[in-house]
């Protein structure tokens, strides 16, 4: 640990150390001198001194408006340069290995104990083809840095990389470091917060951009590690197109509570990600071109080549095909027509590579065969013609209200009024129809005419780069159904997946009695080719009944699923719709997956990634290929090694601690008249409308209370004051209950030997440790009037029980006592985040004091200082 502490803290000195060169430069030594005050007296508060406390809280009053926006600038780009160091550290060389968490190392002791359980007479290299992972990259709006500082931060990455191979007094550390401060000044120059909101095609383009810059090196190292390990052991080699992990996006799709998401904006994004994927492929052909010069080859390559040059002369028609494809997608984006014939299909894309790869195999050129070519070859097989498969979602009431308003048209009956049985009646009979179910000359209310756009834009050939059609707030078969009515209508040939979202308590407990429904209808049996993709939701699930209550119906909804699906012939595939935090289902991916049910995951994983922890895990390709191979690993051992089913008496504890919870959370957030309003006032909800972090509103719908709120503006609130009370109320409540009633052994004993629970208790942990009361209530003084403060008291009270009962479980005498990691990560930060915690406080009270009177840079400071607490939480939503 000293070891690994004293190579991160170097890190962060040098960067600190540049930042403070620059800040000095730019400002002065006065104000470096005011904020390097500030962050030790910070230092000296955090060990609970009350007089060091009213001390700093002096110091931050006394700042002028003037002053503000460079004190808050230090503080947040400190964070990010912290975070930068920590990120780049993980995959650095330099750590020594018993420091790794095992991660590096991860599939290579999986292998080991696979040997070791005795499972021999398979294919180990088909299992790790067949783990079928889809990773989905989400807008959500919690990535609250923006792309052109994302950039600048890779390149301080790659420099510390550079920096890392260097050995000490090699010179040139002294250009690496002079290149470090000059990036910095140009962060410094740079303005943090988006002046505009970026529009749904930009974040289209931002998710492009991962996939450009990191994924698409990822993806072929990943492989060709994989492949070596398992070679290593004796397997046969990974098959060529071999696709463990695919990548699919909703940016551009998820039109679900976003008006600006429309049929135009999903069409211009299929055609973009068509542009980037010929793009790309044009790259790796360049550079094949002039690798490839040979003149040997087969007999099947001559047959179709007989120039001296005949892998060039394969290229070069394989260039041109990209080149037409690339003309042609532009063309569509704009709205142009045009003639060219495009390569669509991944396998035009695969066929000519894979001649040249059989050719060269033949004449005893494995070598070459087996490098750059190669790589292209997977990265074909991975993201193919379309880059990124998008995912079309969108709410089940606007399904409805289309079906509504025809049948309204022909005077066919209210469908809106109909019972369940009715509307699917009807439904199978129009699917079964000849006519055509939409009026011709029909002019419908501009709400249903895009819904019947988009479902066009479906049916063109951008459409084929759709992998699904998901319907949040699914609830009944015969909202699957009126999905598969309106594809066929509007001209779909394809069977599109439809893939059902249940996401309130309700929906995931009556889940899996639903899809029995849907699953016994013949027609939709044949449909769907006894193939079924359903959608968890965590973060609504949280929101609506609490982080504890939400864990359990989830775990439940997965079991109840797998088990009608093996009754019904189908084969199943669930999605998690998890977020970046532990109050939208986040935590480690590995812990994450080894924690479902067990059988969950032999149909595959699918699962979102979301906001800025797209960037902290596929940011770089170093780190995205670990991250990588964490869900190959994890997934493959869900499948060979899955852990025990839970006991019947440990179930029956789940069932009794989730029922007490969602009583005690729905008591506080729904059944308290003034909770809403303690919740707006002591948090800076209101203002976060003001960041343009995405291109989706807050709010379902103006007004109303937290139902009407989103589950990502509802935990980045909480996360900003430090409360952090989605992930642990409720739980404190049930914990307390067993515990008084002698269960605490019972408890021990699922942590210790049940992983659902045992990952459960840990994110709880890791969550407590980032809250702060202290900081909480300084927010309630400063902010919330004096009816509403008792509020907070009980909140307070409630936290720290909830850290003495999860102590009581993990048999600990402090938070983080066996992460070191976490722990001194928070002890770097705290200096920088406490300050901006006070500043923000403060700031919100000037804003809300100040009405329409308040000055621009206090309302910069505060957007800064939203942007510095989301950089040092690590999490926003």
Request: proline letters at 5%; one cysteine or more.
């Amino acid at each position: 640990m000293e070891e690994l502490d004293a190579l991160l803290r170097d890190k962060v000195r040098v960067l600190g150390s540049q930042l403070g060169g620059t800040i000095e430069r730019q400002l002065g030594d006065g104000m470096l001198e005011q904020i390097e005050r500030i962050r030790k007296q910070a230092k000296l508060a955090r060990h609970g001194d009350p007089k060091e406390r009213e001390t700093l809280l002096a110091m931050l009053h006394d700042i002028s408006d003037d002053e503000l926006g460079p004190v808050v600038r230090g503080f947040n780009q400190f964070l990010n340069l912290a975070n930068i160091a920590e990120q780049q550290h993980g995959i650095s060389w330099r750590r020594s290995e018993h420091l790794q968490e095992n991660v590096d190392s991860m599939f290579s002791e999986l292998l080991t104990r696979l040997e070791s359980s005795g499972i021999r007479g398979i294919d180990l290299s088909q299992q790790v083809a067949d783990v079928n992972i889809e990773l989905v990259l989400t807008a959500h709006p919690t990535e609250i840095t923006r792309r052109t500082l994302i950039q600048k931060y890779d390149h301080i990455a790659q420099l510390l990389q550079r920096r890392d191979d260097l050995r000490d007094g090699h010179p040139d550390l002294a250009n690496i470091e002079q290149e470090i401060s000059l990036i910095i000044d140009e962060i410094w120059h740079t303005d943090e917060i988006r002046q505009v909101r970026p529009t749904a095609v930009d974040e289209a383009k931002w998710g492009f951009a991962v996939i450009e810059n990191s994924l698409w090196y990822a993806i072929p190292a990943l492989l060709r590690d994989l492949d070596q390990e398992l070679r290593a052991r004796g397997s046969s080699a990974l098959p060529l197109t071999a696709v463990p992990i695919r990548f699919s996006s909703w940016m551009g799709g998820d039109r679900d509570g976003n008006p600006n998401v429309t049929a135009t904006v999903t069409r211009e994004v299929l055609y973009l990600a068509r542009w980037m994927a010929a793009d790309l492929f044009l790259r790796d052909i360049e550079l094949l071109g002039m690798q490839l010069s040979m003149s040997e080859a087969s007999a099947d390559m001559r047959q179709q080549y007989t120039g001296r040059e005949p892998y060039r002369d394969c290229l070069h028609d394989l260039r041109k095909g990209l080149e037409d494809t690339r003309r042609w997608a532009d063309a569509c984006a704009a709205g142009e027509s045009t003639k060219k014939v495009p390569i669509l299909e991944r396998e035009d894309v695969i066929r000519p590579l894979k001649l040249c790869y059989d050719s060269l195999v033949d004449c005893g050129m494995d070598t070459i065969a087996n490098g750059m070519l190669l790589d292209t070859i997977r990265r074909a097989a991975c993201f193919g013609m379309s880059l990124v498969r998008l995912d079309v979602r969108q709410e089940s009431t606007r399904h409805s209200d289309v079906l509504q308003a025809i049948c309204e048209y022909y005077g066919w009956g209210d469908y809106n009024g109909w019972t369940e049985d009715e509307k699917q009646t009807f439904l199978l009979r129009e699917l079964t129809s000849r006519r055509p179910l939409i009026p011709n000359f029909w002019m419908p209310s501009a709400e249903v005419q895009e819904v019947l756009d988009t479902m066009a834009v479906l049916a063109t050939p951008a459409g084929d780069g759709v992998s699904c059609y998901i319907i949040s707030m699914a609830s009944e078969p015969s909202d699957i159904l009126a999905v598969a009515l309106l594809l066929q209508a509007c001209g779909v040939k394809r069977l599109l997946p439809i893939v059902p979202l249940f996401e309130t308590l309700s929906d995931l407990e009556q889940s899996g009695p639903r899809m029995d429904k849907l699953w016994s209808l013949p027609w939709y049996r044949e449909y769907s080719m006894c193939r079924q993709q359903v959608m968890i939701g965590y973060s609504d699930s949280s929101k609506d009944a609490g982080q504890l209550a939400a864990v359990w119906a989830q775990y439940q909804a997965q079991e109840t699923l797998s088990r009608v699906a093996v009754e019904q012939g189908i084969k199943l595939r669930l999605f998690h719709g998890r977020g970046g935090t532990v109050g939208r289902g986040g935590g480690p991916a590995q812990r994450a997956i080894l924690a479902q049910p067990p059988g969950s995951v032999t149909g595959g994983l699918r699962v979102t990634e979301q906001g800025e922890m797209i960037r902290f895990k596929f940011g770089l390709p170093a780190v995205a290929q670990r991250n990588l191979k964490v869900y190959v690993s994890a997934v493959l051992e869900a499948n060979l090694l899955p852990p025990a089913h839970p006991k019947d008496e440990w179930r029956e504890m789940m069932s009794q601690l989730a029922a007490a919870g969602v009583s005690s959370y729905r008591a506080m957030v729904k059944d308290n008249p003034d909770f809403v309003r303690y919740f707006r006032a002591a948090t800076p909800e209101s203002e976060l409308g003001k960041l343009s972090l995405g291109s989706r509103p807050a709010r379902r719908r103006s007004g109303g209370g937290i139902e009407t709120l989103r589950a990502i503006p509802w935990i980045f609130a909480w996360t900003q004051m430090r409360l952090m009370l989605p992930a642990w109320l409720g739980a404190d409540e049930a914990l307390r209950v067993q515990v008084d009633n002698e269960q605490l052994p019972r408890l021990k004993e699922m942590y210790s030997d049940w992983p659902f629970f045992r990952t459960y208790i840990d994110m709880l942990e890791m969550v407590l440790s980032k809250a702060d009361p202290a900081i909480a209530q300084y927010y309630e003084e400063r902010l919330v009037e004096p009816e509403l403060q008792p509020i907070g008291s009980v909140l307070r009270e409630r936290l720290a029980n909830m850290r003495k009962l999860v102590l009581a479980v993990k048999e600990q005498t402090m938070l983080l006592e066996n992460n070191k990691a976490l722990q001194y990560s928070m002890q770097v930060r705290d200096p920088y985040t406490d300050p901006l915690h006070y500043l923000q406080a403060e700031l919100l009270y000037r804003e809300r004091q100040a009405a329409d009177m308040v000055s621009s840079q206090v309302e910069r400071a505060l957007m800064v200082t939203m942007a510095g607490i989301a950089a040092g939480m690590r999490n926003t939503g």
